[in-house]
């Protein structure tokens, strides 16, 4: 019987992890982080939050190039980060980068639900509508992407088949509190799974669905996006799954240190490199992937050490 999560007793989370996982984790320095790479898990430090970003919009722009009309390529991106958003739109401006005439694609990770279906882009928290604002909005007319290449998990059913009639070259994503990659959380302690959370194979086997958020990820949206204002943040969402994760050449996650805290930052590292994956840490399951990538912006690794304010 594992323990129960110090955050939240009816679910699953870290916390539910074995002690001495938690404390390796937190015990590595910078260079141990780094040295975590190994095939299929690598391993990057950026010094300035110029080249951090400017390095994410850039899987974007390889993706859209290498795309044509015979073998259609695209890149499945987050809302979190979002500072890259403005520099892909820069970055196909001033390399005149035609997407329709590349047949580009973008696949959107996940949208807010709410009272049961996937919000409007008019709601002030909507990804599309980010995604519009931040990155598409700003394309010139004359190299727009069509509508109809740009994919969200609104019919899950259509979302799935477009990653075996598109390519994906890369997934990128922030990684939450939560130690989620989209809204792939862990999963409620009940029914089935009271006594363990799902195994890694039944966790792979998710696809895009609409999810019930765990609280921590709910607190920390509040708090990033919404002012602290938690009576404002959906509980459920749609999300990009496993399936599609797994469809992906690359799965890139980029960690500035806004998103998740230095202990999360390594400990999601060392379970991918150590081949240790657990549901609870839904990151971990990305050690069976066989090409992930972890970004660091190196200031914000910091250490675990106790220090008051």
Not at 234 to 258: C, F, L, N, R, Y
Not at 276 to 291: E, F
């Amino acid at each position: 019987m594992r323990e129960k999560s110090v955050l939240a007793p009816d679910w699953w989370d870290f916390t539910t992890v074995d002690r001495k996982i938690l404390d390796d984790a937190a015990a590595l320095t910078e260079r141990d982080l780094l040295q975590l790479s190994r095939d299929g898990f690598t391993v990057v430090f950026y010094e300035t939050l110029e080249e951090f970003y400017l390095a994410e919009a850039l899987e974007y722009i390889d993706a859209w190039r290498a795309s044509t009309p015979d073998k259609p390529v695209g890149v499945c991106g987050p809302i979190g980060p979002t500072e890259q958003l403005p520099l892909v739109a820069r970055l196909v401006n001033a390399l005149g980068i035609k997407l329709a005439k590349h047949d580009a694609h973008f696949w959107g990770m996940d949208e807010w639900v709410l009272d049961g279906k996937p919000v409007d882009p008019s709601h002030p928290l909507s990804f599309r509508k980010a995604n519009e604002a931040l990155c598409f909005g700003r394309v010139d007319p004359a190299l727009q992407m069509p509508e109809a290449n740009k994919h969200y998990p609104l019919d899950t059913t259509s979302f799935t088949a477009s990653f075996d009639q598109v390519r994906c070259a890369v997934m990128q994503g922030g990684q939450g509190d939560v130690k989620h990659w989209a809204f792939n959380d862990p999963v409620k302690r009940e029914g089935a799974y009271r006594d363990a959370p799902p195994s890694p194979e039944q966790y792979r086997k998710l696809g895009a669905r609409m999810v019930e958020l765990h609280p921590i990820t709910i607190m920390q949206n509040a708090r990033t996006s919404g002012g602290g204002r938690v009576s404002d943040v959906p509980t459920q969402a749609m999300t990009v799954g496993p399936v599609e994760t797994w469809k992906s050449d690359k799965v890139s996650i980029w960690h500035a240190g806004t998103h998740d805290n230095p202990f999360g930052m390594r400990l999601t590292a060392f379970m991918i490199s150590k081949g240790i994956a657990d549901s609870a840490v839904p990151m971990s399951l990305l050690a069976d992937h066989p090409n992930v990538q972890f970004n660091y912006y190196r200031p914000a690794i910091k250490s675990c050490d106790v220090e008051m304010h």
